[in-house]
């Protein structure tokens, strides 16, 4: 069955860094899209970035962009998200998750914590 396991999260310090990993199972980890979207309580969910299959075409929401980083390396079945520069703001719950066609995930991970304070 498909797996998407997230690790890395943590408390940090303004302009700290942070490197997240998803590792995926249970399906063709290079035939798919990934994406990190994260979710604070009380407010809407929003996408922060993607990658492609293949040439890893990117994407990345505005309120990121120039300070993360996301890259795949296929023959680990691994995406990670490299966050620079943190802000409060970035303060989240932050979940990998699989691109079920037009970017509309069709599987998440359990997510994992980032803490900016």
């Known amino acids: 069955h498909v797996q998407l396991v997230e690790s890395g999260g943590d408390l940090v310090h303004p302009g700290g860094s942070l490197r997240l990993s998803c590792v995926g199972s249970?399906?063709?980890?290079?035939?798919?899209?990934l994406a990190w979207i994260r979710r604070v309580p009380g407010k809407e969910r929003e996408g922060v970035t993607r990658?492609?299959?293949?040439?890893?075409?990117?994407y990345y929401a505005d309120s990121v962009k120039g300070r993360f980083i996301i890259s795949r390396d296929d023959a680990k079945n691994t995406v990670f998200l490299q966050l620079n520069s943190l802000k409060t703001e970035d303060t989240a719950k932050y979940y990998c998750?699989?691109?079920?066609?037009?970017?509309?995930?069709?599987?998440w991970g359990q997510g994992t914590q980032v803490t900016v304070s």
């Open positions: 998750v699989r691109d079920g066609g037009k970017w509309l995930p069709d599987y």
């Open positions: 990658i492609a299959t293949g040439s890893g075409n990117t």
């Open positions: 249970g399906f063709t980890f290079d035939d798919y899209g």
